[in-house]
């Protein structure tokens, strides 16, 4: 970030230069000091500041110069640098003036000349208005932009990638911004790019998929190694676990994760029953430190999906999206579970422009004083209404059971009941979502028949779809999707399934193909809690060394 500017003024050069080199002598290290000889040459130098975006911190003009004076100067400065802290310096005889300009300039303040001793009359003045300065001032984000409209599905894609990758950006919305398309000339690009990725060293990404956004903003996008000891599918809670045992009773360890580390849980804004958090936690925070954890074991991530899992020997090989295969003593398939789509007519047409699966914390400064939804009733949910509640002017959670004791922690029911802008209507759905280019109404279901209430913006947590489509055929599913292993791989009778051909039973986590585990969510039978998918990943290391111990 560029230095904050100091800006002397004065037409008598011998007076200037003297003022400069005080000046420098004390704030030379933190600010750059400028010099002008006249009220519109420093006009001029303040105009050719703001277009670069340089700050100006303090102006310290003299009064008496040739066309025009440093009052007359420091008034029409204010359109230029409002900010900027304005000191006259005066002549005696000169005084009176500078009390009147306190109030028709708001100069901040004015020194009679000389001024020696500086440490006495000049110093303790300006240090004063340059703290008050900076404790008012916002240095220019100088990082990566994100230039969209609220209502386009890859806009939100792309914020909700970069801030649960925990990658700083600012939003710039077009719609509600003036100077987004400025900025998008800056970088050579018109309304017709967006969404756009504008970087600080003036590149730019226009409507970029997740896995050239990840190369770009430095995440890992291709395995350093062809072989491991232990390929994790998946980088949720239980995958994470499994990354930070596995690493750190030395195995090598990759774990290959498409969109960001933490799955579902990751995107909870708080969750408030996780062990040894009596205050809560977030589910960012919990993933940022389990990814550093386990890099700090050695463990290597991937922005990389999975794609196949193939038996080779006593080795698998773990198939990517980008169609290479790294090989594997063991794997685990930590993958979770997506929201299930809702099939109500519009929902699909207007996903992204109003309508959303999970919550992205992303998305909800974007929802401040408005009316939201949240469609559901779990966990998942109530976390999501309660964080809402926070910035939204209210939040109807539409519940289909006739309660939410069944299905939400009790603490979050509490907390729901006892916050004033969230009402909760239970046996109500969903039956349409109308609006032409972005969600305008919503078409709801419940008690009182059906009825159409004005909303922008709706929130799905319904039920838990496993990603199991891209595994084959010889790893069990059941009907589901949700992958079998240990016990459950036995039919009725009690019989193993024929393509089991070892002579021992399945470990506890162990699916239908040997030596491939799975945890968490995805797994049939499972419980849908962070801490559970956390101690599955964990024990399934272990499962893993008994099974590494026949080789």
Known sequence: ???????????????????????????????????????????????????RGDPVALVVSDQRMPGMTGVEMLERLQATAPAARRVLLTAYADTEAAIRAINSARIHYYLTKPWDPPEERLYPVLDDLLEDWNEGYKPPFEGIRVVGPRWSLRDYQIRNFLSRNQVPY????????????????????????????????????????????????GLRTQAEQDFYDLVVAGAGMAGLAAAVYGASEGLRTL?????????????????????GFPLGVSG?????????????????????????????????????????????????IAVGVCYRR???????????????????????????????????????????????????????MLVRADS???????????????????????????????????LEQLRIR???????????????????????DW?????????????????DLRDGDGRLPRLWKENREPYLLETSMPGVFVAGDVRHGSVKRAASAVGEGSIAVQFMHQYLAQF
């Open 170 to 217: 600012v939003w710039v919305d077009p719609e509600k911004d003036p100077q987004a398309l400025e900025l998008l000339r800056r970088f050579g690009l018109s309304d017709n790019h967006l969404p756009a990725v504008l970087f600080p060293d003036g590149s730019s990404l226009v409507q970029p998929d997740d896995a050239l956004l990840a190369e770009k903003v």
């Open 284 to 332: 960012e925070r919990l993933a940022r430190n389990a990814v550093d954890q386990a890099r700090r074991f050695g463990a290597e991530f991937v922005t990389q999906r999975a794609a196949g899992i193939l038996c080779d020997g006593q080795y698998r090989q773990v198939r990517l999206a980008g169609s290479r295969n790294v090989s594997c003593r063991v794997c685990l």
């Open 446 to 468: 419940g008690r009182r028949g059906e009825e159409i209430r004005p909303a922008s913006s709706v929130f799905l947590f319904i039920g838990a779809a496993p990603q199991t």
């Open 255 to 275: 774990i290959l994760e498409p969109e960001a580390p933490g799955g579902q849980a990751g995107s909870s804004s708080k969750i408030e029953n996780y062990l």
């Open 1 to 51: 970030m560029p230095r904050p500017i100091i800006l002397a003024v004065d037409d008598d050069a011998s007076v200037l230069e003297a003022l400069v080199q005080d000046l420098r002598r004390n704030y030379g290290e933190n600010y750059r000091v400028l010099r002008a000889g006249s009220g519109q040459a420093a006009l001029d130098i303040c105009s050719q500041l703001k277009e």
């Open 471 to 487: 595994l084959p055929e010889s790893i069990l599913r059941d009907p589901n999707g949700f992958v079998l292993a240990g016990r």
């Open 342 to 396: 809702i099939q109500a007519p519009g929902i699909e047409r207007l996903t992204g422009a109003g309508v959303y699966y999970g919550a992205s914390l992303a998305e909800a400064q974007s929802c401040r004083d408005e009316s939201v939804y949240v469609v559901g009733g779990a966990n998942s949910a109530g976390q999501a209404a309660m964080h809402f509640s926070h910035v939204a002017k209210n939040v109807t």
């Open 404 to 438: 939410l004791e069944k299905s939400m922690s009790k603490y979050l029911i509490d907390q729901i009941a006892g916050t004033s802008n969230i009402t909760v209507e239970t046996n109500s759905e969903i039956v349409e979502a109308l609006g032409e280019n972005r």
